[in-house]
């Protein structure tokens, strides 16, 4: 392992041990990759086990061949008792496994091999540990956000007049993947299929979607109804691109709304009403807010301008302007109206509050920040305005 | 719902709720987007409830708005139990779930909020049942496979001298998406992650992925280590292009090789070994032979041939030479040499014997085939052959 890989896997190892001792448990199994890549820097098909003490075991299947002299190899779970005995290891008595990835086969298998151990659920709390960034996780959002903007500067030259909504999208999809885009997109839980973004176009914004986006669509196949649908993109409707940011591990989340050939009076305003928004948040801001005074404070303003019916949806209206991000699109904090979660130094988080004007289309920006003590830093650096194709 | 959609959900209706009694349970919940796209014909955020007979209920917590008496909104599980005594039907006391994709956290919460009925694991059935399809399912199939080949008869004209393998491929994904592929790519399972598929140029067929596919790669990001890896193509090395099949709900799945500029004499033989593979399959095939023989026998061709030692990976050997296709692109059966499943009319599967080559890279196709009273069904119709970019 190369140095930088140590500085930052040591101390979340070091945060996970502590998180095993504060839910009195003996230890802890990793079955993900997202946290495999975060604790070892590398995925894996296998198990990552944690003691309150000591370098972490892995017990892998596939690859073959890592060189890391903690790896052990395994073609099954069973095998795990034997290989702890000869460890001189303790059978966990009370384990904490990652319950909300893992499936219940899976979980009920590995119960078994251990000798049925007590469980309780890791998930949310790894998920608050991630929520607070290192200062190089912070700088691959940022640097996720720069080539974001650059791909997004692309897209007057990718418009071409009488293009359909999914035309426009697949040649932003060829850029970002000429930019280094993963292709794969990251989130948790499920309800979240999703394949490199959203882009909506004229009144296939309004359409509602069974996941937990912020807006839907139709989408192109009855398997995955969201976002573009073939809508024909004309003069006087808006396109909202919010194509992902996945150009590090750690990703930024950005939106940006167009116009064809001019901008509707009511998008104008929508769109401006959003960028309000964000200013608002970002001079009243401090550091301990909890989420829902965000949400609040943006509520306030959307019914002051009388957008309370197009705020976030019309037909189905989403509960939150915004989430945080990292490794997964939608990590904590969530900004919903009743949330407890507290914005603090060194989380991320992108904030989306949107509007859909039946007849027109979607209208509003999305900001990646970053918390500090001191305040926002907006790591979304582009033009704000709504933008004419 | 339209005929067709009732022609098809009605019988697949009816084959669950005869597993349902075979597995000796009161009813069955499925939470799967794949499986309620199966039983519905459309996607929703909430379970499907079945009992041996009658009407599946669909208890909805979005979208809102579905047109389908059958639908009750729900924001939680926990309101299940009322809305059954409602509708004058009995709690589950033995329940069938989806334990190998339902989380341990989700299941948990579902068995508590139906006061902890005993539960049982209908996964396995389902995909049992998925496997065996019905003239629409195979015609999907078809239609995406014509559609597969008529983007790789593109390659040549996308290829670039100079070119990664990345460029290449996202050239292949641009054209896929032009041509309706869904984009997402559905498999079943832990440790599947892929994006569009796999691209692999020269010795980074080698590379060895957690992945369950066939080949692995080093791929982009740590995040996901699996394919196309920014190698450069140069003269006498192959590229094999193992993109998606998804044009339909129903896929394909299909391989082939290209050499660049020149076909070293190695990879000329072993491309052939795997046309050869093919040829005898199709040849000896009969409809109830077990999975098992079909790999015996493409591995006994492969021992005849002294290839052996770079048969499905070099470093990692893959020990399967095919899979059924269908909604998912990993279903029943698989090809292995210990698989007691037996292939049946109405199965699809891809066969994909494949070698790599050090030096050089991978070789080898693979077609897509149905399985008929008669014998086998080719469904890639495209030139087998190692061909020059």
Chains 1, 2 share one sequence.
């Not at 990759?33 to 309150?52: A, K």
Request: aromatic fraction near 6%; hydrophobic fraction near 40%; charged fraction near 20%.
């Amino acid at each position: 392992m190369n140095g930088l890989l140590l500085h930052e896997t040591g101390p979340r190892l070091e945060k996970v041990r502590q998180t095993i001792i504060k839910m009195q448990a003996d230890a802890c199994i990793i079955t993900t990759p997202v946290n495999h890549y975060w604790l070892c820097g590398f995925i894996f098909d296998g198990l990552l086990l944690l003691y309150p003490e000591g370098e972490p075991l892995l017990f892998v299947k596939r690859p073959a061949g890592i060189a890391d002299e903690r790896v052990k190899a395994i073609r099954k779970p069973e095998q795990i008792p034997d290989l702890l005995r000869q460890a001189g290891l303790p059978l966990p008595g009370r384990l904490l496994i990652e319950a909300d990835q893992l499936t219940f086969s899976a979980a009920t298998r590995l119960q078994a091999a251990l000798g049925m151990p007590e469980t309780g659920n890791i998930s949310g709390e790894l998920r608050k540990l991630r929520a607070i960034k290192s200062p190089y996780e912070l700088e691959q959002i940022r640097e996720s956000a720069r080539i974001h903007a650059e791909v997004y500067a692309l897209i007057p030259t990718l418009y071409r007049k009488g293009m359909t909504d999914l035309e426009l999208q697949i040649e932003i999809e060829r850029q970002m993947r000429l930019h280094g885009s993963a292709g794969i997109f990251r989130s948790f839980g499920e309800n979240m299929d999703i394949f490199m973004g959203s882009l909506l176009a004229g009144d296939n914004a309004q359409t509602a979607s069974p996941f937990d986006y912020a807006l839907g669509g139709a989408g192109i196949t009855p398997l995955l109804p969201l976002g573009a649908n073939g809508t024909q993109l004309t003069p006087g409707s808006t396109v909202m691109v919010d194509m992902a940011g996945n150009y590090r591990p750690w990703m930024d989340d950005m939106t940006r709304t167009y116009a064809i050939e001019y901008a509707p009076a009511d998008a104008l305003k929508a769109h401006q009403v959003s960028i309000d928004i964000h200013e608002a948040i970002i001079k009243s801001f401090r550091p301990g807010i909890p989420c829902s005074e965000l949400y609040l404070q943006a509520e306030e303003i959307v019914k002051e301008n009388g957008l309370t019916t197009c705020f976030m949806g019309t037909v189905q209206q989403a509960r939150f302007i915004g989430h945080g991000v990292g490794l997964e699109i939608n990590e904590p904090p969530v900004l919903t109206p009743r949330s407890k979660e507290i914005l603090e130094p060194g989380m991320a988080f992108a904030l989306e509050p949107k509007f859909v004007l039946p007849g027109i289309g979607a209208a509003g920006i999305e900001n990646t920040y970053i918390v500090h003590e001191e305040g926002l830093e907006k790591v979304t650096l582009f033009e704000e305005a709504l933008m004419c194709l």
